[in-house]
């Protein structure tokens, strides 16, 4: 027995895997941190630090393992928006998400990442500052798309 369709079935887009990662990768990183905390508050002298918190060492440690990924999605980001709203566009199923704004709006977090590491060369500070600005619109997104197409 086949699943009926759903309006979202018929848009041949999977760039929304690529949106959808970006809240996901985001919680990750957040449950890594914790745990990475976790470890350091058991043994505080494991590395040398100048950061008197736990928490604030835990996310620069974080941010080695999980670094690059950031950056690639928050890249991405902007690009999965725009060529996801195409698609839906091309498959007409009555919503019509404004791809150029949405596109743009995705673009801040790349900005943001940008100018960060511009003024303070610190990547870490700027990955951070990249995923605050594209995470909530990733979340808006999805749930948008969900309303709209029942997919995601």
């Not at 670094?67 to 698609?87: E, S």
């Not at 919503?95 to 704004?101: M, Q, T, V």
Request: glycine residues 6%; hydrophobic residues 55%.
């Amino acid at each position: 027995m086949q699943r009926p369709k759903l309006s979202g079935d018929r848009v041949q887009s999977r760039w929304w895997y690529w949106i959808a990662a970006v809240p996901v990768v985001f919680v990750f990183w957040v449950v890594t941190v914790a745990w990475v905390a976790f470890a350091i508050s058991l043994e505080p002298n494991i590395f040398s630090s100048t950061y008197d918190s736990p928490i604030v060492h835990a996310a620069l440690v974080s941010l080695v393992a999980v670094g690059i990924p950031f950056a690639v999605l928050i890249a991405v980001f902007p690009f999965a928006v725009f060529q996801d709203t195409q698609a839906i566009h091309r498959a007409e199923q009555g919503w019509e998400p404004p791809s150029g704004n949405y596109a743009l709006t995705g673009l801040l977090g790349l900005a943001a990442a940008v100018v960060v590491w511009l003024l303070t060369s610190d990547i870490s500070s700027a990955v951070i500052a990249g995923f605050v600005l594209s995470v909530p619109f990733a979340l808006y997104y999805l749930r948008e798309r969900h309303d709209n197409l029942g997919v995601p």
